[in-house]
């Protein structure tokens, strides 16, 4: 019997294991590649909502658990994940940048919101008005740690590469029972994949698909995010992730020619230099009707918990979700009544 079943390693999963292991727990993770959002990710973390310039929900709270966190992971799987990027955000006109400076007068946002404004220097761009800068930003690679972490269970003997089969699984009072594994608790942490599951299935998740570009542009010559109509964040070698989308509708993984010419033709608004597309990738994020996660124990089956509904913001979310989580399990704290999943426990018994 081990004390958990983790199913789904995304950056939920990771985040949920890495806290078992540290609090020494033992645990067995299920993980297919069904959901590619944290594998496809821009991995940017920014705790500025640069559409109102406004702190995103708890932000601040949640970078202070996540800087240590994938500092610690850097040093476990000995990668590099951590990049510290700056992020500069487009000005549109002259009402744009005083709005910036307002904010960027408030506690908390005076932190994170330069109050220079940076003459634009770089002839590939077209910004008259010039950028704000957020601080403190940057960006995980998420597709390395996805790979290594994958590793580091298999090297274990921790991680089973296979599509949770419900059928194959029995809840009992005190422990759940899944094929040859019996655990004590089971965590599902299978992003947009919960929508197949038949115990968290009523939780209202959206589901926004994204998409992003990679372009080799050799004479856009930036070393920070650029945040204009879309994001351009520069990986290196000339190369540069360029998005994203939202859409509702489509909820597959599959690259769409659509997507594509939105983004190029938001891009071509400011970006004026030659480039070539050399990669196309999408996915769905865990969005959630009401912008919260999904956090917390199954109304009936006990042992059976859900760790979900990061949106668009997992890399900053998922340590801080995971401990939220991890303590009302073993401690009974309270869960952040924001997250918790019982907000939508009438939606369980009337479906
Ligand atoms: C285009 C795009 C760009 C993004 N950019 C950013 C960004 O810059 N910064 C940021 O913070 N966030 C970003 N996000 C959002 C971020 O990717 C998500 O918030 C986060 O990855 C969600 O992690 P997760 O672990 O909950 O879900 P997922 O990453 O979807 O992981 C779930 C895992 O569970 C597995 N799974 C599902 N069902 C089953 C099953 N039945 N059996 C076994 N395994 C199963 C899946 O295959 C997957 O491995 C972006 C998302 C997209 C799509």
Redesign the pocket.
């Known amino acids: 019997m081990v004390d958990y079943l983790v199913?789904?390693?995304?950056?939920?999963?990771?985040?949920f294991c890495e806290k078992l292991e540290a609090e020494g727990k033992s645990f067995r993770v299920?993980?297919?590649?069904?959901?590619?959002?944290?594998?496809?990710?821009?991995?940017?973390?920014?705790p500025v909502i640069l559409k109102r310039f406004t702190m995103a929900w708890k932000a601040k709270e949640q970078l202070e658990k996540a800087m240590p966190f994938y500092q610690g992971l850097e040093r476990k799987l000995n990668v590099k994940l951590d990049e510290k990027i700056p992020v500069l955000r487009k000005f549109a006109s002259i009402e744009e940048q005083n709005t910036w400076f307002e904010a960027a007068d408030k506690p908390g946002l005076d932190y994170f919101l330069s109050t220079n404004i940076i003459k634009n220097e770089n002839p590939s761009i077209d910004a008259p008005f010039g950028f704000g800068e957020v601080k403190h930003t940057g960006?995980?690679h998420?597709n390395t740690l996805?790979a290594s972490y994958g590793e580091y269970l298999e090297q274990n003997g921790l991680l089973q590469k296979?599509?949770?089969?419900?059928s194959c699984s029995e809840a009992f009072n005190d422990h759940i029972s899944y094929k040859s594994i019996k655990a004590k608790q089971i965590v599902?942490?299978?992003?947009?994949?919960?929508k197949?599951?038949p115990f968290f299935n009523y939780l209202p998740l959206n589901g926004?698909?994204?998409?992003?570009l990679t372009i080799k542009a050799p004479d856009y010559k930036e070393t920070r995010v650029v945040k204009s109509s879309v994001?351009t964040?520069p990986l290196g070698d000339d190369l540069y992730l360029v998005?994203?989308?939202y859409k509702w509708k489509d909820k597959t993984n599959m690259p769409t020619e659509d997507a594509k010419n939105e983004l190029l033709e938001k891009l071509k608004t400011f970006l004026q230099c030659d480039f070539e597309i050399v990669n196309h990738?999408?996915?769905?994020?865990?969005?959630v009707v009401d912008r919260r996660p999904l956090v917390g124990q199954h109304p009936e089956h006990k042992n059976m918990y859900v760790?979900?509904?990061?949106?668009?913001?997992?890399?900053?979310?998922?340590p801080y979700a995971s401990e939220q989580l991890f303590d009302y399990i073993e401690t009974g704290n309270e869960l952040d009544s924001e997250i918790n999943i019982d907000r939508f426990t009438k939606k369980y018994y009337s479906n």
Do not use: W
């Open positions: 199913v789904g390693l995304g950056l939920a999963g990771i985040s299920i993980s297919d590649n069904s959901q590619q959002a944290s594998l496809v990710a821009g991995g940017l973390y920014n960006r995980i998420t996805i296979e599509t949770f089969d419900f599902f942490a299978t992003g947009y994949g919960l197949n599951s926004t698909k994204g998409e992003l994001f964040i998005g994203a989308t990738v999408a996915g769905i994020r865990p969005t760790l979900n509904g990061f949106g668009s913001r997992g890399v900053m979310i998922a």
